[in-house]
């Protein structure tokens, strides 16, 4: 989390704070909720069923459930999709080109072709 950057659309160092982060469920943990919260980044993160249950049944000692808004959400489909359509190019689902350059590289490319 602490190597995010958003670029600017002027000159300037670029930000390290987005405006808001939209995660999978991988990312709900309550350090990386913390961790936004108390760098002042809106979120919106679904919770796992196990971590429910475990605060329903700490009763009030678990605290609210976090917020949640389903169309902020769907959102993140459209970021899910351009991986998916990037994951047809072969080279780059298992990654053959090791060198990190080579491989931005072909990321570039693949995002060019699929733009176009």
């Not at 796992?48 to 769907?74: H, T």
Request: glycine content about 10%.
């Amino acid at each position: 989390m602490t190597e995010i950057h958003v670029p600017r659309t002027g000159p300037g160092r670029p930000r390290t704070t987005p405006d808001h982060v939209i995660a999978d469920k991988g990312y709900s943990s309550r350090e990386i909720r913390t961790y936004l919260r108390r760098r002042g980044i809106r979120h919106t993160i679904p919770e796992r069923r196990d971590q429910a249950a475990g605060r329903r049944r700490r009763g009030p000692a678990g605290g609210r459930p976090p917020g949640f808004d389903r169309a902020v959400y769907r959102l993140r489909n459209i970021v899910e999709r351009c991986f998916n359509r990037r994951k047809q190019w072969r080279g780059l689902a298992t990654r053959y080109d090791k060198a990190c350059g080579s491989f931005e590289a072909a990321v570039t490319i693949a995002s060019i072709l699929l733009w176009i």
